[in-house]
């Protein structure tokens, strides 16, 4: 959690940012004498606008965050009037889950609205709020959105210094060949076992399995990656049930010490979103314990029950990738590795066309993607060499690729620095790398669109940037040439 690296301390400034305008949202929906219902609705509701919209412009996140109520008021709405007509309220909640996990084949603006709909319904059983209290919700709403707002684009706007690397566009597909939609079936299908058998355990507290089931689709898109992050899941729910009887027990709901570590869990869920679920976890079970502290309701057994509930979640999850229409880990895996690929060739092609005289020819934002797919494949992979997977040959396998991929980044991010430089000159020796490393991609992915430059047929020219270019290049083609055994011997996984 605290050794991962943070450049330009990002993650801290986001976390801290967080405290700050979620903090402010709260403040205000007190000072309004909203109810502590209310309250807590808006902080959530600004926690989510803060968390979820992830569009790679600030101009884009402002119309994501412009239409979540667009979203989030109308199930909010719904969800208030059924608890007295529980098999309708089941079906519109299941409707809701199907509806959130297909709005992520729109990119980064469905996963958002997708998730803050979830939210709504989610916080209407966690309230147990009624219709009589809605003008209080949608006030809190209204003034928590802009409270957030207010700090994320115009006190604070991280985002427009360091921008949002733009997220890989989600994976093709018509049908049910299109994973997302395949992930609608199987969320809906996890979270009915959820629900039902959340609701045998419990006939107050039942949708915490729905909302463990929902959360461990988040963000995956294989058997395999969803089984770690059920199994992380659980523990970080164990671990913060453990903290909770530590810290929040005691407490007793004192307001000023509570609110203080809520601002810490909030702190803690933004820093370690990126490189720990399980820490996450631990944070986001803290503060709910904290909140169920507030309200009066907070007993040893409650959090037992949140965790058996938790367990029927990450159950109903892996039921449901095992058997409706499994999305195998090596058919994303091969996915994304070929369009990390592509990316290589890319850059290396717009690098070799910039040296050879193109000023049009820019490898920067194919060097850019390359580091966003290789992000993605890093979590397809994760499943693979996960410390508890006991497949030792596909786990070294799966590193292998992983390094090999990591030299093709270093060696094209080299490349497009030697092609930035606007006085390095075609050398004719780097026609010749370039095919060499086009014959190597091709005997990985097949033929690639795009091609070497044409041969310089003028009198060569010898330039140091050229020469660091060849040492770039000649390692890309090292690390493809060595690719090919990992890649093409066998199958990384079929988790």
């Known amino acids: 959690m605290f050794m991962a690296p943070d450049p330009g301390l990002f993650r801290l400034r986001v976390s801290l940012r967080a405290v700050l305008g979620i903090g402010l949202a709260v403040t205000l929906c007190q000072l309004a004498g909203l109810s502590l219902a209310a309250s807590i609705t808006g902080g959530l509701a600004a926690l989510l606008a803060l968390f979820t919209v992830g569009d790679p412009t600030v101009r884009g996140q402002a119309v994501t965050t412009t239409l979540l109520p667009v979203a989030g008021l109308p199930v909010l709405t719904v969800a208030t009037a059924l608890h007295g007509m529980p098999m309708l309220r089941d079906a519109i909640w299941l409707a809701v889950v199907f509806a959130g996990v297909y709005a992520r084949r729109f990119g980064p603006r469905g996963h958002a609205l997708g998730i803050f709909a979830f939210m709504m319904f989610f916080t209407t059983q966690f309230l147990h709020a009624v219709p009589g209290q809605l003008p209080q919700l949608y006030a809190a709403l209204a003034l928590s959105l802009t409270a957030s707002s207010a700090v994320r684009f115009g006190a604070w706007c991280v985002e427009r210094r360091s921008p949002l690397p733009a997220a890989p566009s989600p994976l093709e597909g018509r049908g049910l060949a299109r994973p997302a939609t395949r992930q609608a079936f ?44 059920g199994f992380r899941r659980v523990l970080g729910t164990l671990t913060g049930i453990v903290a909770g009887f530590l810290i929040a027990v005691p407490l007793h709901g004192a307001p000023a010490p509570t609110l203080a570590l809520v601002a810490v869990s909030v702190f803690g869920i933004f820093y370690t979103a990126a490189p720990s679920y399980s820490w996450m976890m631990f944070f986001v079970t803290v503060m709910a314990g904290l909140l169920y502290g507030l309200l009066g309701v907070l007993h040893p057994g409650l959090l037992g029950l949140r965790l058996a509930e938790t367990g029927v979640g990450a159950l109903g999850a892996a039921l449901a990738v095992a058997l409706v229409l499994p999305i195998t880990t090596h058919t994303v895996t091969d996915r994304w590795i ?27 934002p194919r060097a850019g993607e390359l580091e966003a797919l290789l992000g993605r494949v890093r979590m397809a992979l994760a499943p693979l060499v996960h410390p508890l997977n006991p497949m030792r040959e596909r786990k070294e396998r799966a590193r292998a690729v992983l390094a090999l991929l990591d030299d093709c980044a270093r060696e094209v991010r080299g490349l497009a620095a030697v092609a930035a430089d606007p006085d390095a000159s075609h050398d004719a020796r780097l026609t010749a790398a370039c095919r060499r490393v086009e014959t190597a991609m091709e005997s990985l992915v097949g033929a690639v669109p795009g091609s070497a430059p ?42």
């Open 454 to 495: 044409a041969p310089h047929h003028g009198t060569p020219r010898h330039h140091p940037g050229a020469e660091q270019a060849l040492v770039h290049l000649h390692g890309l083609e090292r690390a493809l040439v060595e690719l090919a055994t990992p890649l093409r011997g066998s199958r990384l996984a079929a988790v």
């Open 338 to 364: 070929e369009r990390a690929l592509h990316a290589v060739h890319g850059c290396t092609s717009a690098a070799a066309r910039r040296l050879a005289g193109d000023a049009q020819a820019d490898p920067a």
């Open 186 to 229: 199987q969320a809906t299908a996890a979270c009915a076992f959820a629900l039902a058998a959340g609701q045998l355990l419990s006939h107050d507290r039942w949708y915490w399995a729905v909302g463990a089931a929902w959360w461990i689709f988040v963000n995956t898109a294989s058997r395999g990656e969803t089984l770690v992050r």
